[in-house]
């Protein structure tokens, strides 16, 4: 799924993806960015018809749509047939068309207004005893004897065109929304991989807090007893207290079941944004926890790191489809 303009073969990527190539040796689906750009063209003798479509981020399919009045008509088929190249995003569409043939435009004789005419002009040369010589050159110069009207083109025959056109511009437009998603996967899962370090150093930080804040508080012990014996039961059981207090075990857990289920969530087949957005709120509240926690500068300075990183995967996890 990797291959054509992609330029990149799964095996590629998994070589390039630091926590793909380790732990989940399967295919990934295409992740689609919300930013894209399409563009089609089609140019015969009759017509000229040009799609362009462009979208941003939107939590959902929001399709505005720029047209000429004559094609109105198959809005709504336009919108079904959008739907099934788009979920979410707000897409902006502009259709242009032009007519190049004169066939669409026809002379109507009005026969019931010409007799109308006739029948008043000899009804006024009747009554005021006028010549009513009258020919049929001088009776079609009145008004709406004879009009011009512009023929409707075929319906089916300009939406078999139109639908042709819309396809290779959406075509084009997914295209360019895969390959950006290619680059959002990659620089999540690169974030992903650096969080995941982060929380390493967290767990490995908690039991040097702790032998730490022993020995600081034997040492302040020592201090104020002196020589004194010091109850090793006392000071265990401070410890124990203080490491209950500032213990990040179970948030430390979850942050990496959250990093592993969002790496799970890339070989999903849709609803991937949506996803990826709860478990990043649920990753945000676990590193609020542990900055809570944290009587430790450096601790501190991990868990305001990991929070960091985390606002920066949300940001991009918001231009996902």
């Known amino acids: 799924m990797f291959d054509g303009q992609m330029g990149l073969s799964y095996n590629d990527y998994v070589c390039l993806c630091p926590l793909a190539n380790i732990r989940h040796r399967k295919e990934f689906y295409m992740m689609k960015s919300m930013t894209g750009f399409g563009r089609a063209e089609l140019v015969d003798e009759e017509k000229k018809i040009t799609v362009e479509m462009k979208s941003v981020n939107h939590r959902y399919l929001d399709i505005n749509m720029r047209m000429p009045k004559k094609l109105s008509f198959f809005e709504a088929a336009i919108r079904n047939l959008l739907k099934e190249y788009i979920q979410r995003g707000k897409v902006d569409l502009f259709i242009t068309y032009e007519d190049y043939t004169q066939t669409r435009v026809s002379v109507k004789y009005n026969r019931e207004i010409a007799r109308q005419y006739l029948t008043y002009i000899q009804e006024m040369g009747s009554e005021f005893g006028l010549d009513t010589e009258i020919t049929a050159a001088s009776l079609s110069k009145y008004p709406e004897v004879f009009t011009m009207e512009e023929q409707a083109p075929d319906e089916k025959e300009l939406w078999t065109a139109l639908e042709e056109v819309i396809r290779r511009a959406a075509g084009q437009f997914v295209e360019s929304r895969t390959q950006e998603g290619v680059h959002l996967r990659?620089?999540?899962?690169?974030?992903?991989?650096?969080?995941?370090?982060?929380?390493?150093?967290?767990?490995?930080?908690?039991?040097?807090?702790?032998?730490?804040?022993?020995?600081?508080?034997?040492?302040?012990?020592?201090?104020?007893?002196?020589?004194?014996?010091?109850?090793?039961?006392?000071?265990?059981?401070?410890?124990?207290?203080?490491?209950?207090?500032?213990?990040?075990?179970?948030?430390?857990?979850?942050?990496?079941?959250?990093?592993?289920?969002?790496?799970?969530?890339?070989?999903?087949?849709?609803?991937?944004?949506?996803?990826?957005?709860?478990?990043?709120?649920?990753?945000?509240?676990?590193?609020?926890?542990?900055?809570?926690?944290?009587?430790?500068?450096?601790t501190s300075n991990l868990a305001i790191d990991l929070k960091t990183e985390i606002e920066k995967v949300r940001e991009q996890i918001q231009n996902i489809e």
Do not use: W
């Open 186 to 298: 990659q620089d999540i899962l690169d974030k992903l991989a650096a969080m995941e370090k982060k929380v390493d150093l967290v767990e490995q930080r908690s039991p040097e807090i702790l032998r730490e804040y022993r020995e600081k508080l034997e040492g302040k012990v020592k201090e104020l007893l002196a020589d004194s014996q010091i109850e090793e039961s006392r000071i265990a059981a401070e410890v124990i207290l203080f490491a209950d207090k500032i213990c990040t075990d179970e948030e430390t857990v979850r942050l990496k079941s959250h990093i592993h289920r969002m790496e799970e969530v890339f070989h999903e087949k849709e609803g991937i944004g949506r996803k990826l957005d709860f478990i990043a709120q649920e990753m945000n509240r676990e590193a609020n926890t542990i900055l809570s926690k944290a009587n430790d500068l450096e």
